[in-house]
């Protein structure tokens, strides 16, 4: 995206949409989407109307007492509504950045690709889907579709950002293009494929902004979860007024706990703590995505992506650089090295392509041929094509080949020449490395054999041993054959691999795994590859791929990189960390507070609760006030933590487990005694309690 929001709390502008947006969210029917907080909200009322009445004579408590609690409440509405409206203000950001891209232009339908005179302007806002639009260089593109002829230079960075145009082209994988890009040099025709107001961009803002998002099966489990836990504390809190009240009769006194005490009470002890900060987690989590470039179709995808046990990657752009290189000239049947790389550079030198730039860079460094061009000898380059699978220069009477094994051996075995064993063993034991055999002849006879060796990228077998730790299986999916595709494999350090991959074969690999319980991941840009996209949980489509793949996935890459997949696991992985550790925090916390406030709360009515006064709070009144104004403000000390996520660790689940409930369990157990202890004190010196 073209926005990016890291400093939310140092965004003024952002900071004071939040605050508005605190205000906005006190209405009912927004509370009422959050049963905790929706609790507190009601108490906030209630204490707001006891001191009311209060005013009139009817007195429950103080009636600065009261007042002081409803505004404590008050402001833990607030405080949570804050955390959600600044979690949102990231993707409200994105959404205007992206907003400013989408913008009705003039679009030149055609009836066909064969008749671009007839050409009628009409509102972009009007295209329909499978209308056919020629755009030339300089204009936008005006609706989302699929390039059906031509091939241009696009400026996507309304869409991702980056500022470096790409090629679009008719056919193959590279063939998508997006409403509000623009074309930079060339011509396209495109056809539309979605109806207006249903493109890519507008998928994109509903999802940013939050609009579209939806609970994900675990947080409604949570939330359920947390309003048993509130109507658990209702009941207890209940039965602590009712013990109370009957205690005092008994007594001959006054009941000592009034129902504003109750009220704060509840509150202290009820989940508030993860229940006002919970939808801002799962909002972050897609803020973070969507700051990877990243668009998810849904919440859930995200989680899926933290359960994620199985990871299918590409091999080419994922585990390697994607380019083969040039290693070795490994000469047979008595040849001259020096001969052999003579020729391989000669058949290169007008090859375009990294691998054949690298034969000519491989001949300078090994044999010191260079400053040679074909213009030297007059010579007649001979281009590669899928049908032969050579090339090759012609010069002087001489014919220079380079090729595939088989392709090669045809050629010198159709005019007599001799394939030898040796050469066949070469290929063999390359193939077996996992590198690239390319046989070169000279005159229909062979010379010897070129090594083309895959670039492992830098640092990817320690991703994967990480990777291992947590618990997830890697495997390569490739289109070599099996040999090099374990020698590559092993090198690599994946657990295993896919090769000579089909459509087929990915699809019944995703199966097999998901019907023995495993989450999958995988990536994909091609049409072939829609049906196991669409089959996998966690399915990342390349913005470059085809409407096909793009359709068939739930997240979309929109820097069309391989490797983003396994970002994508740590962002899911960081989500239900952050989650669960917030929620094992909120939940001790309560427990802290439990033990914190009801023996002081008690102390008057049974003397013998004074021994577990180890706080030694002040009063009744101080104890409940010191615990709801630290139950307020720890909502606000949370917030960052929240919005950044816990920290990732690639470590198993069972050492990730331990370490949370160290860490956030005693943290949570631990901060309400030395917090509200020191709050109690400063009320106690401002004479306030």
Request: aromatic letters at 6%; a neutral charge.
């Amino acid at each position: 995206m073209v926005t990016k929001t890291n400093g939310a709390f140092t965004d003024k502008r952002m900071l004071g949409r939040a605050v508005k947006d605190s205000f906005v969210k006190l209405a009912p029917k927004t509370q009422a989407q959050n049963p905790v907080m929706l609790l507190v909200y009601i108490s906030a009322i209630l204490t707001s109307v006891l001191w009311i009445i209060s005013l009139f004579g009817i007195m429950d408590a103080p009636s600065g007492y009261t007042l002081t609690i409803a505004i404590i409440l008050w402001f833990t509405c607030l405080f949570a509504n804050f955390a959600e409206a600044i979690a949102e203000g990231r993707g409200k950001a994105q959404a205007d950045s992206l907003r400013a891209a989408k913008k009705d232009v003039e679009a030149h339908c055609i009836p066909a690709i064969n008749r671009k005179e007839d050409v009628t302007t009409v509102s972009s806002a009007l295209l329909k889907k499978g209308d056919i639009v020629l755009v030339k260089m300089g204009e936008q593109i005006p609706a989302d579709g699929e390039v059906v002829e031509g091939a241009a230079s696009i400026d996507e960075s309304a869409i991702t950002g980056e500022s470096a145009p790409v090629i679009r082209e008719a056919g193959g994988d590279r063939s998508a293009v997006t409403g509000g890009t623009t074309v930079l040099s060339d011509w396209i025709v495109v056809q539309v494929t979605n109806e207006a107001g249903e493109s890519f961009l507008d998928k994109m803002i509903a999802m940013v902004e939050g609009a579209s998002r939806k609970k994900t099966p675990n947080e409604i489990a949570l939330q359920i979860f947390l309003v048993a836990l509130s109507i658990i504390f209702i009941l207890v809190t209940v039965s602590l007024y009712a013990y109370s009240a009957f205690s005092a009769r008994q007594a001959g006194i006054a009941n000592p706990t009034s129902l504003t005490t109750l009220v704060a009470l509840l509150v202290c002890l009820a989940p508030t703590t993860i229940g006002a900060l919970l939808s801002a987690i799962g909002i972050a989590g897609m803020s973070r995505l969507n700051q990877a470039n990243v668009l998810a179709m849904s919440g859930r995808a995200i989680e899926a992506a933290g359960d994620v046990d199985i990871l299918m990657l590409d091999k080419t752009g994922t585990i390697t650089l994607g380019n083969r290189q040039a290693c070795n000239f490994i000469s047979v049947d008595g040849s001259d090295p020096h001969e052999l790389a003579d020729a391989a550079q000669l058949s290169s030198l007008a090859d375009e392509t990294p691998e054949g730039r690298s034969v000519v860079v491989l001949a300078k460094e090994k044999f010191g041929l260079r400053g040679r061009t074909l213009q030297d000898k007059g010579m007649r380059f001979i281009p590669f094509t899928a049908a032969t699978r050579m090339s090759g220069v012609d010069y002087d009477g001489q014919e220079i080949r380079k090729g595939a094994a088989d392709s090669v051996r045809a050629y010198v075995e159709a005019s007599g020449g001799i394939y030898s064993d040796e050469c066949d063993q070469t290929v063999k034991e390359i193939s077996r490395q996992g590198g690239t055999p390319l046989v070169v002849a000279k005159n229909r006879k062979i010379l010897g054999v070129v090594h083309l060796k895959d670039i492992m990228k830098q640092g990817v077998q320690e991703k994967f041993a990480d990777l291992r730790k947590m618990g997830i299986k890697t495997i390569m999916i490739t289109g070599d054959n099996p040999l090099t595709a374990a020698a590559i494999a092993a090198e690599a350090g994946v657990d295993d691999f896919l090769a000579e991959a089909t459509p087929e074969g990915k699809l019944t690999m995703i199966r097999d795994f998901q019907s023995k319980g495993h989450l999958v991941a995988m990536t994909g840009d091609g049409t072939n590859d829609a049906p196991a996209l669409a089959q996998a949980d966690v399915a990342v489509a390349m913005n470059t791929g085809t409407q096909a793949a793009k359709e068939a996935g739930n997240m979309v890459d929109l820097d069309s990189s391989p490797t983003k997949l396994i970002d994508i696991v740590r962002i899911g992985k960081q989500l239900l960390m952050t989650r669960g550790s917030l929620t094992t925090f909120s939940i001790a916390n309560d427990v802290a507070k439990y033990f914190a406030i009801i023996p002081a709360l008690f102390m008057g009515l049974y003397p013998g609760l004074t021994a577990l006064n180890i706080m030694e709070l002040h009063s009744p009144q101080s104890a409940v006030l010191s615990a709801i104004i630290y139950n307020a403000l720890i909502i606000i000390a949370l917030i960052p933590l929240a919005l950044k996520g816990v920290k990732y660790r690639e470590v198993s689940a069972g050492k990730l487990l331990s370490r949370n409930l160290l860490i956030y369990g005693l943290g949570g157990l631990a901060a309400p005694f030395i917090f509200v202890k020191l709050i109690d004190m400063l009320l106690t010196a401002c004479g306030l309690a």
